[in-house]
Structures are given as C-alpha cells and as structure tokens.
C-alpha cells in the first residue's frame, strides 16, 4: 500500500491550503483515515480523522472550525482543506491509513489517536503559514 501526500507550501496567516493523499496498491473502502502533523521538538498529533465510508469524523480541538476532512472512494484520495490558517499550523503534514473500523455501528466512536495504530503512511508534506 503506498499513500502519496502533495498540497502543502507557503501561505500567510488566514489563507488557505488543500492537502490531497493518494492511496494505492489496497483497497481504499477497506481503510480508516487519518491526517498527522508534526512539528520540531513536537510529538506527532492527529489532526483529523475519517472513517470507514466518512460515517464518523474525527478534529482535534485547535483545527475544529477550520480544518475539513474528507475522502472520495472513486478517487481513493484522502483530503485535508485548511481554512484560516495560523503559524501555529506550520508542520509537516502526514496522511496515513488503518484498518481499524472506528466510527461505524457497533464500534469503538473514537478515532485511534497514536500513529503506532496506523498502518500506512505516506512521505509527508510541508506546510509553512506565515505571521
């Protein structure tokens, strides 16, 4: 399974940005997803998630608001829309992907929050928003 991450660059603060991640070599309907950052001397956070089908969505509290997940199953691509975009966003992004079936009926709602429960990754993408 190989995940391809493009989107990221330089944006001012308040502007906007639309991460994509490809996901190949699986069958894309079989994964839950989920977009990382990680920024220097930080840990490796989830932003936010999708699960199986985009029945449950899952944000961290600093992005609610602002940050949009979603998937398109025909496209098997993964997408993060940031809006108002602040410096403290600056990081590299990470998509990655799990066959953990969060989120659906009669499943644990919570999104898997640790990268070690993520089985693919993709290579990640830098994004810088300046002040």
């Known amino acids: 399974v190989q995940l391809q991450a493009s989107g990221g660059g330089l944006v001012q603060a308040g502007g906007s940005l639309r991460l994509s991640c490809a996901i190949s070599?699986?069958?894309?309907?079989?994964?839950?997803l989920g977009w990382f950052r990680q920024s220097p001397g930080k840990e490796r956070e989830l932003v936010a998630a999708?699960?199986?089908?985009?029945?449950?969505?899952y944000y961290t509290d600093s992005v609610k608001g602002r940050f949009t997940i979603s998937r398109d199953n025909t496209k098997s691509t993964v997408y993060l829309q940031m809006n108002s975009l602040r410096p403290e966003d600056t990081a590299v992004y990470y998509c990655?992907?799990?066959?953990?079936?969060?989120?659906?009926?009669?499943?644990?709602?919570?999104?898997?929050?640790?990268?070690?429960?993520?089985?693919?990754w993709g290579q990640g993408t830098l994004v810088t928003v300046s002040s």
């Open positions: 990655s992907a799990t066959h953990n079936t969060w989120g659906v009926p009669g499943t644990t709602p919570t999104a898997p929050p640790f990268p070690d429960q993520y089985e693919y």
């Open positions: 070599g699986g069958r894309f309907s079989d994964y839950a």
């Open positions: 999708i699960s199986w089908g985009g029945i449950s969505i």
